[in-house]
């Protein structure tokens, strides 16, 4: 079969790409993993069309790899021998609003910030919210479960998808869910295909819930030169019973990066900044923001300070938000790449992990960033390291990593899914509970879904 | 075999019961739909001894039942011939309360009450609040995802739920999901046995999201003419941003039985009452509650009408508590049995929904209460009906009302799910989205979990 002509076929000339340098550009995600060039890259407009793509495939024995803003850390979107990439970009349209019925209906391409510009006319917003927001996709986050800035008040993706419209390897398009704000339908097939990391089926349509914007937000930064000071001090306001919109901490290279791209200067001593969001309503920000001051200020902090304009506010944020970007351009400036590890523990072991993540950290010796969302556990590390001399180094410690989480009673990943990169530490954290058998149920789901195993091979599992 | 002498090696004698008096008791649970006398009841009292009981019938050929308050409004907790059923009632400890990590571990059948008693001295709770939290426990409300009165705002059971432990019908227990507040781990086993009714495994331990209480609660009663206006008023307190903690509608009917049981008056011409709470800190009660009553003032009530004293609060939310309680009297009294019907619509749908689901209960003409969820479109009918003489107008009900929830873009159960009940309802469901393929998925998953077919047969599907 040709390949390509049939391809063209069904999506038109333009929709196909299979020159080598075209191909080449999709042999990497945001991970340190490469993939192999696909045999072609096709780019869809509708579920009609990803169905014939997945038909043909399916019958001819072809791996198909979806791809939405390729921003995945753990090579969930490389793709691997004998696959082509189904490259979502065309279908970034937000097709209904339904303030009303608190729902809002997307195609996988629409990015995470589109949506929420989009929804602020309405004051309403999408609760899930990643740092690579501006270029993660709506079908990127729901393929891994999203968390980021805002899971410590609103869970991740998966407590927000009411419904989707899935292609089966088969062509089979189904729906799952509902456009109601709950339903109890026998399995939840929707929250199964959230997080499955495009293995079980291809997202061409979700219909997501959407909520009211918090009344008011306020923004406070504090600098400590300990780590644990730190964490305690925002376990203390979540003991006052404040469960912070976003609680951030960096470490202080973070802080360096940030204050070289935005010019966000900080104390000489400080070791930990905390970034904390408290969202309310206007009635009650001021106490609500004087007693997390309190709380801040009882752990030894070396500043203290609460954001006084909104300029100030979106500053902070953006800072924050392109710590990854200001970490990738250190690293190519010096020949390097980024991996970003991640991992999560229940919030009271932070200290504890934290100090051990310090001591990996040393141990490995390359140069990295520490830094995550404190106040649910999340631990990311940004690692700096030359693929070619440092890879086993660095690989070395995202094991490390992994099993100081489990250690914590916590878990190999927070929110980057498993991918290519975690399959190891999954393995290793499912024996650690004495549940293998759930990797034995996984591959047989994997079977009723994928039974030629065309979609995603070897992500998640071999 | 001697199922029986088997049974009590593996939990004593006094954990078998056989006697048919005995067995008789567990024929129904609070749906209209009998089941047949089990062959036996056990009662394990840890994972172990499910597990013994679980390998013994699994090898044997032997049906599963489980069981916790028995309180399924769908049939799904009766037995079928050549079942045996698993009280769990002795596993109901609360294991560990994790304040700081935001997360509690109990056993099956604690209860949904006793939970957020035991949660009061910390000021914290669990949302997910089904009007049968008295006798309804963790592990009958995981099986169904229950909703309840505060779903509105914090959704159904399976986004409170952050981890499992599963019996499988192998005897393997599996331990899904995980301590921490997030995860991405592969495909989300919790979420698939959260509403899949007892037919993939026995929980016999739950990890929950637990959260701080709301710092100030308001109560408002509101009494309308109309229903539609009851709906628009309630849409309307939406529109201002402000999402209330419950938003619940009741008949005349519901009224009635409420006044009788709890002395609760209401005015003449009101055939439509509403019971709204309103959740936020407490500088911002008085405001919030003036616009809710404002909204509702808007949609030309008879009363409205807020809570002044604690005490109030408790009554009405007692007097909504036993409107399930109140019908069953009723029904008894007269030999009549209470069959609880579930439907649910997006929101803006309920005023055109509600009217034909009246028009409905006209045309059927049996006695009826009408109630629900009206901040997330849940609709419910209380039917009174003759089994042995009216069963087949009161199943014309169900179906009618079902279809009328799909025309209104909504789904066949809100809350209850599909038992015995809703297995035709749901074909239509899928059919209407065409994704019957979705049931193929469900069966294969079944298998996967349950290859002989003994946990619960014949709920959910055929």
Known sequence: MDLIAALQRVVGKDGVKSKDKELKAYQNDKSYISGKSPEAVVLPSNAKQVSEILKLCNSNGIGVVARGGGSSLTGSSVPYPKSIVLDLS?????????????????????TIDEINKHLENHEYFYPPDPASSGFATLGGTISTNAGGLRAIMYGSTKEWVLGLEVVLPSGEIINTGSRTLKRSLGYDLTGLVVGSEGTLGVVTKAIIKIIPRPESIGRILAYYKRFEDAARAVEEIKRKGITPLIAEFMDRTSMELMAEAKRLPFPERANCMLLIDIATTKDSLDRFIGISETALRKHDPILVNTAKSRVDMERLHAARKLLFMATEEKAKSTGRSVIVADAIVPPSEMP????????????????????????????????????????????GFLEALGEIALDHNGSVSGEHGIGLEKKGLLIKELKKRDSIEVLRLMKEIKKSFDPKGILNKGKIFD
């Open 90 to 110: 065309r279908m970034n349209r937000i097709l209904e609003t339904r303030i009303e019925d608190g729902y809002l209906v997307a195609e996988p391409c629409a």
């Open 352 to 395: 504890s992990a934290l100090a051990e993540v310090q001591k990996a950290m040393k141990k490995v010796g390359l140069e990295a960033v520490l830094f995550g969302h404190i106040g649910d556990g999340n631990i990311h590390v940004n690692i700096l390291a030359n693929l070619k001399t440092q890879r086993a180094k660095a690989e």
